[in-house]
């Protein structure tokens, strides 16, 4: 910061300047991001609740009702006809509230102390961050030979001491529905708390299944599962940040709160003190803006360009992990090390990322990756074989 004032197209200057070194989601080259660009009524809407503090909601009672609104819309999606939650900063927080959830309440209602989480190998890396934050141990369940929960892997690692257990609807690497009706039945019959992180695949999945997608049951219709995370910064098209938790019971949240004596509530039960009303307002805008239907167009879409990438890839001859069940495909190429591969692709304009379970090139197909992109590519990758 400077000693004086520096005028105001100066600063502006310098921030274009600055700014003009990040990739733009719409030059279609950001091939290994589960974010996209905002839609620009979502935008418009956050603007003008900039000034807005769900953490002292007395303040700001019709920004609190617009959350509640949204957190009961996201409920209803996941068969939940009451829901209880908070849109919150991204899937992490959200994955965070989850398990402090059932830290405490496993704490209060069986008197465990020294718990352990059950995650799978494919769990993303907040559930590590939680761990660690909460003073509990990782215990990981291992994968099926199609990189999903082993269910049997999972039954021997049950303890007396677990406090919960963590399944995926759309996994970071591989987009993958882990078999979540037979672990909510697992979880359910050993009064173990159930946590189903559907981040990506919580604003796809429903829409999918109403076009006739055969996809699995991950949500509240299953009587084990008691948290579902699903971020509107994904597939729902809301600006960053705009993560979503939503509870089955409300005991959940209130085994969470602290008292907040100088606000105008009494307890909070979120990780984050002040809290920005304008995801919710957003989220809530963009969510009534698409309807359900418009996020079956989007979801289906995004679907049939996964599909022609696939076709693509195999009609060259790479190695395709798996057949996708959402929007992101893994894969390599069979003479090249992946890293090495992933540095070809670097040099050549295209941003990926690269799995490690199993170790491979991934490409989600957001918003932003349109068919042109998806040709433009596959002649990369022609060229590169």
Same mark, same amino acid.
Not at 36 to 56: I, Q, R
Not at 77 to 85: K, N, Q, R
Not at 127 to 133: E, L, P, R
């Given at each position: 910061m400077q000693d004086k004032p520096v005028d105001k197209d100066d600063i502006l200057k310098e921030l274009s300047e600055l700014h003009e070194l990040d990739y733009n989601y719409s030059d279609g080259?950001?091939? *290994?991001?589960?974010c996209t660009e905002a839609?620009?009524?979502?935008?418009?809407? #956050?603007?003008?609740?900039l000034d807005t503090n769900l953490g002292d909601p007395g303040l700001f009672k019709g920004t609190k009702r617009i959350e509640d609104e949204v957190i009961q819309s996201i409920g209803e999606i996941l068969s939940l006809d009451v829901a209880y939650g908070n849109i919150v900063t991204? *899937?992490?927080?959200?994955?965070?509230?989850?398990?402090?959830?059932a830290r405490n309440h496993a704490r209060k209602y069986k008197g465990i102390v020294d718990g352990e989480i059950i995650i799978p190998?494919?769990?993303?890396?907040?559930?590590?961050?939680?761990?660690?934050?909460?003073n509990l141990k990782i215990v990981e369940a291992e994968l099926d030979e199609n990189y999903k929960i082993d269910v049997d892997s999972l039954k021997k690692v049950i303890s007396d001491k677990t406090v919960a257990i963590v399944a995926i609807a759309?996994?970071?690497?591989? *987009?993958?529905?882990? /078999?979540?009706?037979?672990?909510?039945?697992i979880a359910f019959?050993?009064?173990? #708390?159930?946590?189903?992180?559907?981040?990506? *695949?919580?604003?796809?999945? /429903?829409?999918?299944k109403q076009r006739g997608y055969d996809l699995p049951t991950f949500d509240f219709s299953l009587p084990g599962v008691c948290s579902v995370t699903v971020d509107p910064h994904k597939m729902g098209l809301a600006p960053i940040p705009a993560g979503g938790i939503i509870f089955r019971k409300e005991e959940y949240l209130e085994v969470m709160a602290v008292d907040s004596p100088y606000l105008t509530v009494k307890t909070q039960s979120t990780i984050v003190g002040t809290r920005l009303g304008a995801s919710s307002?957003?989220?809530y805008a963009i969510m009534n803006y698409f309807g359900k239907e418009g996020y079956a167009d989007l979801a289906q879409d995004l679907m049939k360009n996964t599909q022609y990438l696939y076709d693509g890839l195999l009609e060259i001859g790479y190695d395709v992990i798996c057949k996708p069940e959402l929007n992101i495909l893994a894969f390599n190429h069979p003479d090249i090390e992946t890293n090495e591969f992933a540095e070809k692709l670097e040099k050549l304009g295209w941003k990926v990322s690269v799995a490690k379970c199993p170790v491979s090139i991934r490409v989600v197909l957001m918003?932003?990756?349109?068919?042109?992109?998806?040709?433009?590519?596959?002649?990369?990758?022609?060229?590169?074989?």
């Amino acid at each position: 910061m400077q000693d004086k004032p520096v005028d105001k197209d100066d600063i502006l200057k310098e921030l274009s300047e600055l700014h003009e070194l990040d990739y733009n989601y719409s030059d279609g080259r950001i091939l *290994g991001s589960m974010c996209t660009e905002a839609h620009p009524f979502a935008k418009e809407v #956050y603007c003008k609740f900039l000034d807005t503090n769900l953490g002292d909601p007395g303040l700001f009672k019709g920004t609190k009702r617009i959350e509640d609104e949204v957190i009961q819309s996201i409920g209803e999606i996941l068969s939940l006809d009451v829901a209880y939650g908070n849109i919150v900063t991204g *899937g992490t927080e959200a994955n965070l509230m989850a398990i402090r959830a059932a830290r405490n309440h496993a704490r209060k209602y069986k008197g465990i102390v020294d718990g352990e989480i059950i995650i799978p190998e494919s769990a993303h890396f907040s559930f590590k961050k939680a761990a660690d934050m909460l003073n509990l141990k990782i215990v990981e369940a291992e994968l099926d030979e199609n990189y999903k929960i082993d269910v049997d892997s999972l039954k021997k690692v049950i303890s007396d001491k677990t406090v919960a257990i963590v399944a995926i609807a759309g996994t970071t690497e591989l *987009g993958l529905i882990d /078999p979540i009706e037979e672990i909510s039945k697992i979880a359910f019959d050993n009064n173990i #708390y159930f946590h189903v992180d559907a981040a990506f *695949g919580g604003f796809s999945i /429903p829409f999918l299944k109403q076009r006739g997608y055969d996809l699995p049951t991950f949500d509240f219709s299953l009587p084990g599962v008691c948290s579902v995370t699903v971020d509107p910064h994904k597939m729902g098209l809301a600006p960053i940040p705009a993560g979503g938790i939503i509870f089955r019971k409300e005991e959940y949240l209130e085994v969470m709160a602290v008292d907040s004596p100088y606000l105008t509530v009494k307890t909070q039960s979120t990780i984050v003190g002040t809290r920005l009303g304008a995801s919710s307002a957003a989220t809530y805008a963009i969510m009534n803006y698409f309807g359900k239907e418009g996020y079956a167009d989007l979801a289906q879409d995004l679907m049939k360009n996964t599909q022609y990438l696939y076709d693509g890839l195999l009609e060259i001859g790479y190695d395709v992990i798996c057949k996708p069940e959402l929007n992101i495909l893994a894969f390599n190429h069979p003479d090249i090390e992946t890293n090495e591969f992933a540095e070809k692709l670097e040099k050549l304009g295209w941003k990926v990322s690269v799995a490690k379970c199993p170790v491979s090139i991934r490409v989600v197909l957001m918003n932003h990756i349109k068919k042109t992109h998806i040709k433009e590519l596959l002649e990369d990758l022609k060229d590169l074989f």
